[in-house]
């Protein structure tokens, strides 16, 4: 059956109904993810305000939250480490005021961050990529191996981390390279050229060291950049295919991992007799023992050497243990504002170069605390990745808060030019060729 086409209905007014008829016009009902959308925007009007009485709430956020998470952080390494340090014949303190002096560095250096021009960060962006490399290759010579992972080096008895500060080096150097690139992105040799195989030699060199958590958020950070950079959707299926069957290959040819895989997955130990998921079971009883408002503050039970690395990737359920239901939201929440904060700087970046960085830094700490919080809940497979801000590790927690200085200079930007706080160093942008040889000509005519 074939209908015949009916002619478009002419344009009404809005507001105003047919002559002679009393009927207002129907409007058809919004979606509800519009409506959400709606709504989320009115929030943020009526909280940040618009044009120039913009009251810099986006910045002031991220700050807060930050800085909440670094202090909840430093406690809680404090109360997780105490007793193993006690029993090692060690100052119940040292962890946690080492943490404390990462954290001030951290904090000066984040500052220091946030009030530079962002563009001027391109400049480091060759530089520190290729540092980043070296340092990863030395690992391999040089390093010291701790719990079956190479990947710390140790100067002059601070031990350093490459793998973190490689993951702000290649968010920089991969938002430099696509916003170079530009509209050539549309075309797939464009999208993997340089970026791909510059990530892959990161993750190469961090698989080296048998250290798969950190391979994989670096996969993260990889995936985040082309995403904000508008890479095609369908490189996307390809690659996760890829990773997936990576994934696989390194997990069957390794009997820890997939110890660690089926345990996990059937709750029983392997066929040598090691529980693999001893770790996450413990976890999982001082989440459980916390109930509502916890044990009280420095009195979990699990931290008596019942879960290894209390104080570094399970420190989120001595959390639980110790502060409860109420201190785990505590945290979720956070990191909840902190997410939505960022995304909101995010959303308003138009030049590409600020929206990859961005984009990729939300990514890297967002995705990292989940995975972290999902090891810990049993969700995943245990997999030493720290939880952003709060574990115990002064490298994480320095390149943490240098990605959130990024961010935050990018925010101040959106801030009322009263109340927007001074730049350190400006970044003068050099005129175009062809604007300079019109002047030169100009010039000669006259």
Known sequence: MVSTPTRPPARKQAGKPRPGSSASPVRPPAAAGTRLRAAYRKFWSALEGTGTSRNGSTYYLILGSTLALTAIGIMMVLSASSVESIAAGKSPYGDALKQGMFAAIGIFTMFVLSRINVVWLKRLAWPAIIAAVVLLGLVQLVGAEVNGNKNWIDLGGITFQPSEASKLALALWMATVLARKGKLLSRWQHVAVPAVPMAIIIVGLVLVGNDLGTAMIIMMVTAAALFFAGAPLYLFGIAGLAAAAGTAVMAVTSSNRMCRITSWWTGQSCADGIDANYQATNGLYGLASGGWFGVGLGQSRQKYSWIPEAHNDFIFAIIGEELGLVGTVVVLILFAILGAAIYRVVVAQEDMFHRVLAGTIMVWLLGQATVNMSVV????????????????????????????????????????????????????????????????TARKRT
């Open 377 to 440: 809940t049993g969700l995943m497979p245990v997999i030493g990745v720290p939880l952003p801000f709060i574990s115990y590790g002064g490298s994480a927690l320095l390149m943490s808060l240098c990605a959130i200085g990024v961010v935050l200079s990018l925010a101040r930007e959106q801030m009322a030019p009263a109340i927007r706080p001074k730049r350190m160093l400006k970044f003068k942008a050099k005129p175009a060729r062809k604007n300079a040889d019109r002047k030169k």
